[in-house]
């Protein structure tokens, strides 16, 4: 099946910091990637959808100044949390999708504890 | 936006017992489908169901879904300790693939 990589797996930063993350598609070039949020025990909640060269959608409630989103290429997006506040610390999921499959393929997900 | 309730949150089973979850939605869906989720990992795909299909079969999964109750099943039957991880459904809607995703079921299954 088709893989997604996101890097780092895990990221410990101070407050006011910003962190980068990245998501690839490894084998599949990905026309959309999906960027989630995931708290402990808790369901994925959507933040914004990106697709290659243009800009990304937010979720309302999402501040697009706080998650900048590249999706530079097809097998690339970026997720940078600026000025990280505790608040921030999550689980970042990132998911890749293809024009002909309906299916989404997950990343393995990065941690992110601001400190 | 969550749209999706997953009932039980937490399932404890014996291993070789069947474990069955449901998930309501709220709203027109075109597919439901399944996901399962390690601890701290990320999400992997079980199985896809079409709004205009009632059943479907994988491996060890069986997944039901009655659009006229918004609603959907997935029964894992023999489980394995293996099987102990968390599921998801997630919805769409038609001409938008963003999912919607339920709370979750956390299965556990007792060697």
């Known amino acids: 099946g088709a893989v997604v990589s996101q890097h780092p797996s895990r990221v410990i930063c101070k407050s006011g910091t910003s962190v980068k993350i990245e998501c690839r598609s490894l084998?599949?070039?990905?026309?959309?990637m999906f960027w989630y949020r995931q708290f402990p025990k808790k369901s994925l909640m959507l933040m914004a959808t990106s697709n290659e060269g243009s800009k990304a959608t937010y979720e309302q409630g999402v501040e697009k100044d706080k998650f900048l989103i590249n999706h530079a290429s097809l097998t690339l997006s970026t997720l940078t949390v600026t000025s990280a506040h505790p608040e921030d610390s999550s689980f970042y999921i990132c998911s890749c999708g293809t024009a002909s499959e309906e299916t989404q393929y997950f990343g393995p997900g990065t941690r992110l504890l601001v400190l | 936006s969550q749209q999706g309730e997953e009932d039980p949150q937490a399932l404890s089973i014996q291993e070789g017992e069947n474990a069955t979850m449901n998930c309501s939605y709220k709203t027109s869906i075109n597919n439901l489908q399944w996901y399962r989720q390690n601890s701290g990992r990320g999400l992997v795909h079980l199985i896809l169901?079409?709004?205009?299909?009632r059943e479907k079969h994988s491996g060890r999964l069986r997944v039901t879904l009655d659009t006229s109750k918004k609603s959907s099943s997935l029964l894992i039957t023999a489980s394995r300790a293996a099987d102990t991880a968390s599921y998801f459904c997630?919805?769409?809607?038609?001409?938008?693939?963003?999912?919607?995703f339920g709370a979750g079921t956390t299965v556990t299954v007792r060697a």
């Open positions: 084998d599949f070039q990905a026309t959309t």
């Open positions: 169901i079409r709004s205009n299909e």
């Open positions: 997630a919805t769409d809607s038609f001409n938008d693939y963003k999912l919607s």
